[in-house]
Each structure stands twice: as C-alpha cells, then as structure tokens.
C-alpha cells in the first residue's frame, strides 16, 4: 500500500509496505505528481510479483527512476537503429534529457506534444516522427528495465494526436502563427519529363542509372547511393536491403528494365566498382558517420536538381521519383497494398491509402 505525505521542508515522503519488499519503503520527491507516479508505476511492477534490483539493494541504487536521456543512451547502445531514428531521438534529447522517467504519466506525453504545437509550431508529420521514435524507446525500457517503467505513457495518446487542435490553433493565433497542416507532395513525372531526364544524361553513365534504379523500384535516395554490389542479385532479380529507414531489411524486385541496365552496369564497371570497395555508385565514401550521410544526401540533391533544371523540368525533387515508382506499381501491378508495401518499404498500410484512387480508377475502366 502506497501513500504520499508532505514534510516540513516542502518535498513529498512516498510510504509503500508490500510483503514482497524487504522492508518499508521511503522516498522523496520534490512534486506530489513524482512520488504519486512512481508509487503507482511500484505497486504495478510488484502487483505482477515483480521486485525491482534497486529495491533489492537499497543502499546501493537511488530510487526515482532514470532519465529519459539515459534511456535514450541505453537504448542506442544496447540496439541497431537506423540512422533517421538516431536522429530523431538526437533531436528531442537536448529538451528531455534531464526529465525523471518517475514523472513521465499522460499528462507529461500530452504536454510534450502541445509544446510541440504551440512553442515549436511543428508541422503534424514531424511531431509524429519524434513520438514514434521516442515511444519505440519506452517500449524497450519496459521490456528490458521494467523496474524503471512500467507503462509508456506515450502509447495513450488519443489517435490524431499530432493533428491541431482548435484551441491550439487560437493560441497560435494570438501570437501572430498559424496551426500547421500535413503537405503531402503529389508530384508526378508528366509525358515526355522522364525522355527529357534520360536525354540529358545519355552521355552520365552513373547519373542514368541511378535516376532508373529509384523509379523502377522505389527506393530511398539513401538506399540507392549506399548500395554494395554484393546486395545486387541480378540472377534473383531482387536488391536486398539491410538496415533500411525503418529498420527493417527487405527484398527489393527488379523489373525486367531494371535487372538489364544493373547488369550492364555492374558488368562495365566491374574495376571502378572494385576500387569503391564493392559501392556501386561514386557518390558516397562509405563513411556511415550521419553528417557524412546528409551530406551525401545533400549534394546528390543538388546534382538531381541542376539535371532536372538542364532538362527543363520545374518543381521535381529525387523523392518524387519514390512517388512516381509506388504509384506505377499500383497503375501497373494487380500487387496487393502488403506486398507493395514490402517492396516499398512502407511500414504503415495507411501511408499507402492515398494511391488506392490510382487502383480504383483503373478498375473502373473494366466495368460495364
């Protein structure tokens, strides 16, 4: 049993007896809410007959629970995680690293959020990005340190929860900002663009397959320029590829068009690739270091745009081309959103949603 008293100096004196605890336990808190969530977050772990190793040794381990900044460090340390996340988790840490894993609860997850909203003014789709990564972290806390959480508060959140609300969007307001909206980029190549694109680089070697390996199998620019010939099966016409931006590895097929010109590829540039230590493109050094990493990602950007711009084509990104190749598969496949999905690399079936109109259209035309 659990209970919360005030001393005299103005800190709170949590008391919790439990025949499975050696002794009575007392801690100390500064706010009522720390000592009220960790009594809670206890009686759980020990409800389940859980002990916690602290509570074990008590003079050995202060009680209070850890940071979130020493989650995060463990959590990077103990698993391979993909460097989007790396950098996501590198991003909140600066502002949570010193916040006490004993006073995370809803209302902390829900506050978290709104800071997002009104002080950040964050765009719905990166706020989404940094809850998932920072969740995904919880959840191994609570699988592996259950005895330093027991819930993850950020797992209640109400679905929509990055998307702004009324009253956040009056409190923008009144300073002068507005609420933010998702912008989903719908970009495709029209006739003629992608003849413009190979014309201009009839005589780029690297360039023209590069630019027809993203289009005719939908991967990341990173996934692209990071790739090792070895990863190439152009006999099982497939791309494997470890460690994606989810983290996960999948197998990428090749198109018909896309196994010759790899082939082709390979096959003249056999030396040159030798001497890149097995890198098929030129445009990374192999250093996985993330600046080095964006760095890459920069420059082959820039190179992307200028060949766009020589070919007269305004308003491409190399993303889009990821855009172009999923709606080809739907357009041009009768794959189902799963295994789209696993060729892609999309984790969430809902990303998919918007090309479902593509599919729909196409099979209206075979309708009476």
């Not at 018909?256 to 096959?267: G, K, P, T």
Request: charged share 25%; proline share 3%; glycine share 6%.
């Amino acid at each position: 049993m659990a209970s919360v008293k005030k001393t005299p100096s103005g800190t709170f004196q949590l008391c919790i007896k439990n025949k499975l605890l050696p002794k009575t336990l007392w801690v100390t808190f500064d706010t009522f809410e720390a000592a009220q969530q960790y009594g809670s977050q206890l009686e759980g772990l020990l409800a389940q007959g859980v002990i916690p190793a602290a509570l074990l040794k008590p003079d050995s381990v202060k009680v209070g629970g850890w940071t979130i900044g020493r989650c995060i460090a463990e959590y990077l340390r103990h698993n391979s995680i993909p460097v989007s996340e790396i950098k996501l988790l590198d991003t909140v840490r600066p502002s949570l690293a010193l916040v006490h894993t004993g006073t995370l609860n809803y209302d902390w997850a829900e506050g978290w959020i709104r800071t997002m909203k009104r002080d950040t003014n964050l765009a719905p789709s990166t706020i989404r990005h940094r809850h998932g990564a920072l969740a995904r972290c919880f959840d191994w806390m609570i699988r592996k340190h259950p005895e330093v959480m027991v819930q993850n508060p950020l797992r209640l959140l109400k679905r929509g929860f990055a998307t702004y609300s009324s009253e956040d969007a009056a409190v923008l307001q009144a300073g002068g900002r507005d609420a933010r909206v998702d912008v989903e980029r719908e970009r495709r190549l029209t006739e003629g663009e992608e003849e413009a694109i190979l014309n201009v680089l009839a005589d780029r070697l690297d360039e023209r397959v590069f630019f027809t390996l993203a289009l005719e199998t939908a991967m990341r620019m990173r996934e692209c320029y990071t790739l090792h010939e070895s990863q190439v099966g152009v006999a099982k016409k497939t791309i494997h590829l470890e460690r994606s931006k989810n983290g996960d590895n999948r197998q990428v097929p090749l198109s018909s068009r896309a196994r010759e010109l790899m082939a082709d590829y390979l096959r003249s540039q056999r030396l040159t690739i030798a001497q890149r230590g097995g890198r098929v493109f030129p445009y990374w050094s192999g250093d996985t270091n993330v600046r080095v990493l964006d760095e890459t990602t920069s420059e082959t950007s820039r190179t992307f745009r200028a060949i766009f711009a020589q070919a007269g084509i305004e308003g491409l990104t190399f993303h889009d081309l990821r855009h172009e190749a999923t709606c080809r598969l739907y357009e041009r496949t009768t794959l189902s959103d799963v295994l789209i999905a696993k060729i892609t690399g999309h984790r969430d079936l809902k990303m998919l949603r918007r090309y479902a109109s593509l599919r729909g259209s196409d099979l209206a035309g075979h309708l009476w």
